[in-house]
């Protein structure tokens, strides 16, 4: 597999960037053959959401991500919203969008979520459905401790989204290789959202024998260009 098709940007980032910068981010991204996004319904306060919906073509996959409205309660019925508001906010990233994301994501996940047997979470898989939504899943945040392939939710997801660095020591690479025999499994946080820069040609090549996909920030074209040489 090239390593464009691997490869999905993404937009954090855009919360430091004015408009031009993330749109020359995008372009250029577009350029290297690279054709995956990764944003959220919050980043950049929607920004993100509305500056990649500005760009999009018809062949680009866009995974967005839907934020818990209390990301510390101890239930995840309680965590996300009812399926109206749930819809509501769905319907604004597609606005923004200007189509329907290929995955929706739930984001701030928690492990103390798990195996609730939650009725809420097939409601939002159901309403994936519905909205043309391709896939369902969950992203998992650094420092993540649980054991999501041996909860009951695991089998509802579509895909993954987890971060693999020095925060996170429980997702190892054979992890992350195993959960891809059965998900698709993108790789987030690699360089620590810019902040641990070294190495960058061995950490892309450890990946380079497995089906797992990489989620990478730039705040400057030539980091675009930089991992299309590695």
């Known amino acids: 597999?090239?390593?464009?098709?691997?490869?999905?940007?993404?937009?954090?980032?855009?919360?430091?960037?004015?408009?031009?910068?993330?749109?020359?981010?995008?372009?250029?991204?577009?350029?290297?053959?690279?054709?995956?996004?990764?944003?959220?319904?919050?980043?950049?306060?929607?920004?993100?959401?509305?500056?990649?919906?500005?760009?999009?073509?018809?062949?680009?996959?866009?995974?967005?991500?839907?934020?818990?409205?209390?990301k510390r309660a101890a239930r995840f019925e309680d965590a996300y919203p009812a399926r109206d508001e749930t819809l509501e906010m769905i319907a604004l990233s597609v606005r923004r969008l200007r189509v329907p994301p290929s995955i929706l994501l739930l984001h701030n996940w928690s492990s103390q979520w798990e195996n609730q047997s939650s009725s809420r979470m097939g409601e939002l898989k159901?309403?994936?459905?519905?909205?043309?939504?391709?896939?369902?899943?969950?992203?998992?945040?650094?420092?993540y401790d649980g054991e999501l392939e041996t909860t009951e939710e695991y089998g509802v997801f579509d895909c993954v989204e987890a971060p693999f660095n020095d925060l996170s020591t429980e997702i190892t690479l054979p992890r992350l290789t195993a959960m891809a025999d059965e998900k698709a499994v993108y790789v987030r946080s690699l360089f620590k959202h810019g902040a641990d820069a070294t190495n960058v040609a061995q950490r892309i090549?450890?990946?380079?024998?497995?089906?797992?996909?990489?989620?990478?920030?730039?705040?400057?074209?030539?980091?675009?260009?930089?991992?299309?040489?590695?």
């Open 205 to 230: 090549h450890a990946f380079d024998d497995t089906p797992l996909k990489l989620v990478i920030g730039a705040t400057q074209p030539k980091q675009i260009t930089d991992w299309m040489n590695v």
């Open 126 to 143: 159901e309403l994936c459905v519905d909205l043309g939504i391709q896939q369902f899943g969950v992203s998992l945040p650094n420092g």
């Open 1 to 70: 597999m090239k390593l464009a098709d691997r490869i999905c940007m993404g937009t954090w980032q855009f919360e430091s960037l004015s408009n031009t910068q993330a749109q020359e981010l995008i372009a250029t991204a577009k350029q290297a053959g690279i054709h995956q996004f990764d944003t959220a319904h919050v980043y950049a306060g929607g920004r993100a959401e509305q500056l990649l919906g500005d760009e999009l073509d018809a062949d680009d996959m866009v995974i967005t991500k839907l934020p818990a409205t209390d």
